[in-house]
């Protein structure tokens, strides 16, 4: 076992790096999604080696990857996007009201969350994945679901692989 999955375990909803306001965005585009008919799981890692803030699976079996930006700083800061594209089917940015629209990338789709709900201001354009690139990401979510369920159901576990 890891040490990122042992952190996933000790909190299995957040990883301690979020900020506030980074959860608040989260927290409405999530359940936008929701509405959507999408499941939704924050910080999955993918097989780059980077972790998608959000990775939705959609009715269709689309994968969406949603980039979580909770200020102008934070977006400059990001040169990792683009490297999302190639682990979904649709990319997009979601950040909340104070943070200008204007400053994302046309190339990406844009939710706007206040926390409790959340609207998109721009769709993303669609990218098809490959087959096994689908099935890889899709282990991954249902694997990192499955844990942090797993962690919720036995708050113990995490002592246990420690010591184990």
């Not at 608040?24 to 008919?37: E, H, I, P, Y």
């Not at 949603?66 to 200020?71: D, L, N, Q, T, Y």
Request: charged content about 25%; aromatic content about 6%; hydrophobic content about 40%.
């Amino acid at each position: 076992m890891t040490l990122d999955n042992r952190v996933l375990l000790d909190d299995p909803l957040s990883d301690g790096r979020q900020s506030d306001s980074a959860m608040m965005v989260w927290r409405g585009t999530a359940r936008m999604m929701r509405q959507m008919d999408f499941s939704c799981l924050a910080e999955v890692s993918l097989a780059s080696g980077r972790r998608a803030d959000l990775l939705a699976l959609g009715p269709k079996h689309e994968i969406w990857i949603i980039e979580v930006k909770s200020s102008i700083a934070d977006l400059r800061a990001d040169t990792k996007w683009p490297d999302y594209r190639q682990h979904c089917d649709r990319l997009l940015f979601a950040t909340h009201p104070d943070v200008p629209a204007d400053i994302f990338p046309e190339e990406a789709g844009l939710i706007i969350s206040d926390g409790y709900e959340a609207h998109m201001l721009r769709e993303a354009p669609e990218h098809k994945l490959a087959a096994a690139t689908r099935k890889s990401v899709t282990h991954r979510f249902a694997r990192a679901a499955a844990n942090r369920l797993h962690g919720l159901a036995d708050p113990d576990l995490a002592t246990a692989l420690r010591t184990g």
